[in-house]
């Protein structure tokens, strides 16, 4: 029997990208990288989850999780951990159905479907982050944000996505510089040409936003 939880939770429903085109072993392996990471994320932050991540499917996990700003932290931490695997997230905003257990599988209702739909609109646009919370402005905004991120992104190598996190853990282009022992101008000049700054202003504004969100909520069906 369904017991609806008319408070609003944030699902995540991630999906390793071009997993179907790995072969038996490397895909096995992948997989086994997902759930190492996952297990982690489970660990270190227990205290944002209403359930657990858990693999749903061989290339496909599910989450619940307190609020929007954690559920977005968590991705970005997800996205370091199983780099250079790349996985796409629909972000579901709404109320569950809880079917007498404590997995996401064992759950349902419209923040569920919106994950879904939300995952389903992140592959359609090749977009790493999909968000539906039922407020068309809100995602609008939000979708429209993570699709100039996901371009930006798509164009760096291994040695960008390192500098840019060296560079969000460390703070200065001097600190980085002298973890590289390069100048602070060369690593200035890699992330401003890679446009890396305005990547990581971006998603600081889409945490500020999304730890706002709906302070007061309102159920939008």
Not at 51 to 74: N, R
Not at 87 to 103: A, S, T
Not at 105 to 124: V, Y
Not at 191 to 216: G, I, P, S
Request: glycine share 6%; net charge positive; aromatic share 10%.
């Amino acid at each position: 029997m369904k017991k609806q939880d008319l408070n609003e939770y944030v699902v995540i429903i991630g999906d390793i990208s071009g997993s179907k085109r790995l072969n038996g072993m490397d895909r096995y392996q992948t997989q086994l990288f997902l759930k190492s990471a996952l297990v982690q994320i489970n660990e270190e932050f227990d205290n944002f989850l209403e359930a657990p991540a858990t693999i749903t499917k061989g290339d496909e996990f599910q989450a619940l999780i307190d609020k929007p700003d954690h559920a977005y932290h968590i991705i970005q931490i997800l996205q370091k951990m199983v780099f250079p695997i790349s996985i796409r997230y629909g972000i579901g905003i709404g109320p569950i159905y809880r079917m007498g257990g404590k997995l996401p599988i064992e759950m349902d209702g419209p923040a569920f479907h919106r994950a879904n739909h939300a995952l389903t609109q992140a592959k359609k646009h090749k977009s790493y982050i999909w968000f539906r919370s039922g407020e068309s402005s809100t995602d609008t905004l939000l979708n429209t944000i993570f699709l100039l991120i996901s371009s930006i992104k798509s164009k760096w190598n291994e040695r960008h996505f390192q500098l840019y996190w060296d560079y969000l853990e460390l703070g200065t282009y001097k600190k980085v510089a002298a973890k590289k022992n390069v100048s602070p101008q060369a690593i200035c000049d890699v992330l401003k040409n890679n446009r890396a700054v305005d990547v990581l202003e971006a998603e600081q504004t889409v945490l500020k936003f999304l730890c706002k969100f709906r302070k007061d909520p309102a159920i939008v069906s």
